[in-house]
C-alpha cells in the first residue's frame, strides 16, 4: 500500500500519544481516511500499520503491538528499533535524568520477591540520595513526568512499575542488563511483570494476568507446563497491592466449579458453556 496523508497524519498522532489502545488507534485512524478523503481500499489497520513500518524503517522507529499484562488490551506503541539502549530517551532527557531512570528500572526489576515494583515514597527517597535532582519535590516531579510520558505506570496502592510502553520500548535493554530476573509468558512470549508463577518451584513458569485468567479455568486449573495444580500459584506483579483479589476470586471460581459439577453429575452441559458462567462470575467478583 502506498504511504500517503492518511499514513502521515496517523503516524503524528501516534508521535504524540506514543502508546494508546489499538481499539482507539484504529479509531483514529479511519478519521485520518476520512480527513483525507482516502479511498475505501484502503481501509485495512494492519495493512496501514505495515505501510508506516516501512517508512518509519530508516529512522530506527517501528509500530508495535502489545497486550496489557492485566487487561488484556491490545495497545499501539512507537518503539525504537536500535533499542540497545536506555539512551534512545536522550532527547526528552538529560544525561542525569537517564541515569535517575537507569537506577528505577534497577529498583523495579530487582524488587522483593519479584514483584517488579516499588514503593513510591521509597523510590523518591531512593532517587534523591543518588544526587541527580536538587530536592525531593524536583524527584517528585521527574517522576511525575514519567508517569505523563507512559515510561512507568503508578499503581492504585502507589507502586511504581514498568508501563506497556517501557516494557515493548525497552524489552532488547532489559532482556540484557536483567536476564537473570526476567520471565517470559509461558503462553504469549512477552515479557511479564504483573502475573502468576506456578506453584512448584523447579517449574518456572510465570503467566500474565490476563493470560492466566484466560486459560487456567479452562484447562483443569493447572499450570500449562507441568500440569501442577495452579490454585496455589505465586501471585507477583504491582497489582498484587491494590486489593484487586484476583487469586481469591479464582480460588472462589474453582469452588464453585466444584459444587456446580457435584450437584449436577447427569448435566450434559458443554465445556464451553460452563467456562462462560466462570468467567463472568470471576468478573462480577473482581469489580
Ligand atoms: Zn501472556
Ligand atoms: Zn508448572
Given at each position: 500500500m502506498a504511504y500517503t496523508d492518511a499514513h502521515r497524519l496517523f503516524l503524528q498522532n501516534c508521535l504524540l500519544e506514543r502508546?494508546?489502545?489499538?481499539?482507539?488507534?484504529?479509531q483514529i485512524f479511519q478519521k485520518c481516511l476520512s480527513a483525507t478523503s482516502s479511498d475505501q481500499t484502503e481501509r485495512?489497520?494492519?495493512?496501514?500499520?505495515?505501510?508506516?513500518?516501512?517508512?518509519?524503517?530508516?529512522?530506527?522507529?517501528?509500530?508495535?503491538t502489545i497486550q496489557d499484562e492485566i487487561s488484556g488490551e491490545r495497545m499501539v506503541a512507537i518503539v525504537n528499533t536500535k533499542g540497545d539502549d536506555i539512551a534512545q530517551m536522550a532527547t526528552s532527557y538529560s544525561a542525569s535524568e537517564l541515569n535517575a531512570f537507569k537506577h528505577l528500572i534497577k529498583l523495579i526489576m530487582t524488587a522483593d520477591d519479584g514483584n517488579f515494583c516499588v514503593a513510591s515514597t521509597a523510590t523518591i527517597n531512593d532517587i534523591y540520595h543518588l544526587g541527580t535532582h536538587g530536592s525531593k519535590l524536583l524527584v517528585q516531579e521527574f517522576l511525575k513526568d514519567l508517569v505523563r510520558s507512559q515510561w512507568l505506570d503508578l499503581s492504585a496502592a502507589g507502586y511504581y512499575s514498568l508501563s506497556n510502553r517501557s516494557i515493548v520500548d525497552l524489552q532488547t535493554y532489559l532482556k540484557e542488563e536483567y536476564s537473570e530476573c526476567i520471565s517470559e509468558c509461558f503462553l504469549c512470549k512477552e515479557i511479564v511483570t504483573k502475573g502468576e508463577r506456578c506453584p512448584r518451584e523447579d517449574c518456572g513458569t510465570a503467566l500474565h494476568v490476563y493470560c492466566a485468567r484466560k486459560y487456567i479455568p479452562v484447562h483443569r486449573n493447572q499450570c500449562p507446563s507441568c500440569h501442577t495444580s495452579w490454585v496455589e500459584s505465586q501471585v507477583f506483579g504491582s497489582q498484587t497491592f491494590d486489593g484487586t483479589q484476583l487469586r481469591q476470586s479464582r480460588i472462589e471460581v474453582s469452588r464453585q466449579r466444584r459444587q456446580t459439577s457435584a450437584s449436577?453429575?447427569?448435566?450434559n452441559r458443554e465445556e464451553g458453556e460452563e467456562v462462560e458462567v466462570d468467567e463472568e462470575e470471576a468478573r462480577d467478583e473482581e469489580e
Open positions: 502508546c494508546l489502545p489499538q481499539s482507539k488507534a484504529e485495512n489497520f494492519q495493512d496501514a500499520i505495515l505501510t508506516v513500518n516501512v517508512a518509519l524503517d530508516p529512522i530506527n522507529l517501528e509500530l508495535r449436577t453429575p447427569d448435566s
